[in-house]
């Protein structure tokens, strides 16, 4: 399935709810069916829908309907919103892999709508929404380099324009250049910088219109920030998107949006093993814990932040690193 937003394209692979136990009555599949117009009638003008998946899907069919009206989710007062049966919706930024991966079948386990975001590799993307999928949640895939305002802004769209709106963002795509400071040139240093604190600024301006009240912002940065390891580029832009988090969480307090960033340690994803080139018992021999973190240690504090329990904790830079720091 593809969705065309604008003049750029990017692909789109939405995944259906399977039903699993009955839990509403049909008043409320009828009035959740009049919300599904109501929404379908707004949001077809700036995105259309191809592929496989038949007919547009801001029209789903009854037994659509009725699949995402008869979920094993507990109603409670985080998905019930005017009468009608709701999710929260996520978006998680390079979600294909890693530790973007595990925290959007995280927050898909808890019983979120997910955006799952790649810049590069369309078949990983697809593959944790169909994980997702097969898990009986949804899951819907967009391309976007989040360097880029115009693309990251459809990540925010894809949210609004397939679930309603947006309740979750998770910023964990990145970038970073691993010369020194004295080897590292001008370029290395705007790429950085670009990809780590200016991404983060743009996403949080975003955010900051686009994000239901009662929102959660989670910014993934990194243990080094506490520390003088190298590389000090990709530390100090990271160190800088912390910054912005902390006042941007006294900016949107009022609406009851938390904004907290999660500074993860050594953990086991493609990303570490390209940078640091080590084996992971190598690794594992510098954390005190004893072992190497994995994606899902990082991704359950994160689900801890975007839940309801989270709710008075906001401009915190929380560590997962097994005490490395
Ligand atoms: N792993 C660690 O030890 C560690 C330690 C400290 C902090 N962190 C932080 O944890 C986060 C995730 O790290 P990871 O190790 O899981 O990374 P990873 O395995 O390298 O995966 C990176 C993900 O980000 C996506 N991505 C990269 N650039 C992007 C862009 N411009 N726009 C959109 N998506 C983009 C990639 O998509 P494609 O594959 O499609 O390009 C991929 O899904 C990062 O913020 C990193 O700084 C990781």
């Not at 409670?76 to 530790?99: C, E, L, P």
């Not at 799952?116 to 999928?133: G, L, P, Q, R, T």
């Not at 504090?301 to 929380?318: E, P």
Request: with cysteine.
């Amino acid at each position: 399935m593809s969705l065309k937003t604008g003049s750029r394209a990017c692909r789109v692979m939405s995944a259906a709810r399977c039903a699993k136990f009955p839990v509403l009555t049909r008043a409320l599949a009828s009035a959740s069916r009049r919300w599904l117009a109501a929404i379908s009638s707004g949001a077809t003008s700036s995105a259309s829908m191809t592929g496989s998946f038949a007919g547009p899907f801001w029209s789903p069919p009854d037994s659509l309907v009725d699949q995402m009206m008869y979920g094993s989710h507990i109603i409670n007062s985080s998905n019930y919103r005017g009468g009608v049966m709701t999710h929260k919706v996520a978006v998680v930024t390079g979600s294909s892999r890693g530790i973007g991966r595990a925290i959007a079948s995280r927050l898909a386990a808890d019983g979120m709508h997910v955006i799952i975001n790649y810049k590069n590799d369309f078949d990983a993307a697809k593959d944790v929404a169909s994980a997702i999928e097969k898990s009986g949640e949804r899951a819907t895939v967009v391309q976007a380099d989040v360097t880029d305002p115009a693309q990251l802004r459809t990540l925010f769209q894809a949210a609004e324009q397939h679930y309603g709106g947006l309740d979750v963002f998770v910023h964990n795509a990145y970038g970073a250049a691993y010369s020194t400071i004295a080897e590292a040139d001008d370029d290395d240093y705007d790429r950085t910088f670009s990809a780590n604190a200016r991404a983060t600024f743009m996403a949080l301006r975003e955010a900051a219109t686009r994000l239901r009240d009662n929102g959660r912002i989670v910014f993934i940065s990194s243990s080094l920030t506490r520390t003088s390891n190298p590389p000090a580029l990709y530390s100090a832009s990271k160190a800088a998107g912390e910054q912005l988090v902390r006042t941007f969480a006294r900016e949107v307090a009022a609406r009851r949006i938390t904004v907290n960033s999660v500074l993860a340690g050594l953990t086991d994803t493609d990303g570490l093993r390209a940078t640091l080139g080590l084996p992971t018992e190598e690794i594992a021999r510098r954390i005190p814990m004893g072992r190497i973190g994995r994606p899902e240690d990082v991704a359950d504090v994160v689900g801890f932040l975007a839940s309801d329990d989270a709710r008075w904790v906001t401009g915190q830079s929380i560590a997962v690193d097994g005490g490395l720091t």
